[in-house]
């Protein structure tokens, strides 16, 4: 881990509050793609590349989005390698990572120093590089995934939205309840550094899960009937849940299988026509249990557990399409 300052690379880690509280650092490149020419940057397909890391949960939303909405000939991507050690990410050859076609970079803050060779703060995965402007447009996979959704509208090749009208400030307000007790709650679990701050974060996340899960009795997905933005941004924290998060950040209260609906809901979407390729579980554990020293300080990675992702579930008895179409 690391990060840059005034466009050089130091070895420093997250510093947490007084109180031992982990705090996340603001995304610092904002732009927007846009469908037409408003922004400068305009969804064109061949245009855009995105830095990824399979092992990433914030990724995680952006890669589902590009295979579910047909956005690979539109957008390129690149995969780091897992392990995050002292020169952060890094491009390697290794399976499953796909090495930087445009600039043959090293590391990623190569491409952060592309765009702003000042540039301070964390060097973090999803990015999106725009090649005719010869920068990043934007680093915050919240705004990435809606500019997939929505403004890259005209290049799917799937005819569905993750966004439908009807729904939207449902699904607004649904990604604003799940992000702080549980898409950044596991990691204020984790990387709390004093007693209170991880009790904190560990029961408010437990009761976020609860709720959910009550949720999830009576409707198929978190939104409805359809699939949303707001499923993919909970479903990427309830894969690494199990896996890395009860163990690894001592999330571990409950399993999410020990939840009735919050499991089958897992399993669902996992189990949904081009998902489960995209879940890369080997870059997960890789990278939680080895690039976090200062958690796991011999970076053994654990051998369990026995996924039970392709297990059947009763999601079905709901019915209905899956997926809203595109209006
Ligand atoms: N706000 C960002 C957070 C992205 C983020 O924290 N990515 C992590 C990987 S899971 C990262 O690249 N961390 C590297 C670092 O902090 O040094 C987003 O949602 O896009």
Request: aromatic share 10%; proline share 6%; glycine share 8%.
């Amino acid at each position: 881990m690391g990060m840059l300052i005034d466009g050089v690379w130091t070895t420093k880690r997250y510093e947490p509050d007084e109180a031992g509280k982990f705090v996340r650092e603001q995304s610092q490149f904002r732009d927007r793609v846009t469908a037409g020419d408003s922004s400068g940057h305009p969804a064109v397909a061949g245009r855009y590349h995105l830095y990824v890391a399979h092992a990433c949960p914030w990724v995680h939303r952006t890669l589902l989005a590009r295979g579910l909405l047909g956005l690979e000939q539109a957008i390129s991507i690149s995969v780091v390698d897992p392990f995050m050690g002292d020169d952060g990410w890094a491009f390697t050859d290794r399976d499953g990572c796909v090495p930087d076609p445009i600039f043959g970079a090293r590391f990623l803050r190569s491409i952060y120093l592309r765009a702003d060779p000042g540039y301070s703060g964390r060097v973090t995965v999803p990015v999106l590089w725009d090649r005719e402007r010869a920068t990043i447009v934007c680093n915050e996979s919240r705004e990435l995934l809606r500019m997939l959704d929505v403004e890259f509208a005209a290049l799917h090749t799937r005819p569905i939205t993750l966004f439908p009208e009807p729904l939207q400030r449902r699904v607004d307000r649904t990604i604003d309840q799940i992000y702080e007790p549980i898409n950044n709650g596991v990691y204020k679990a984790g990387f709390a550094t004093q007693q209170a701050a991880y009790e904190e974060a560990v029961r408010e996340l437990f009761a976020a899960l609860d709720h959910w899960d009550g949720v999830l009795a009576e409707q198929r997905f978190l939104c409805g009937d359809v699939v949303t933005e707001a499923d993919l941004c909970l479903f990427t924290t309830l894969l690494r849940f199990d896996p890395v998060y009860h163990g690894h950040f001592k999330c571990n209260l409950r399993r999410i299988v020990d939840y009735p609906h919050l499991s089958g809901y897992l399993r669902d979407l996992y189990q949904l026509p081009g998902v489960a390729e995209l879940c890369r579980l080997d870059h997960i554990k890789e990278h939680y249990y080895r690039s976090h020293p200062h958690v796991n300080p011999t970076r053994i990675v654990p051998l369990g557990p026995i996924s039970t992702l392709e297990q059947a579930h009763d999601r079905g008895r709901f019915g209905g399409e899956l997926f809203a179409p595109k209006s």
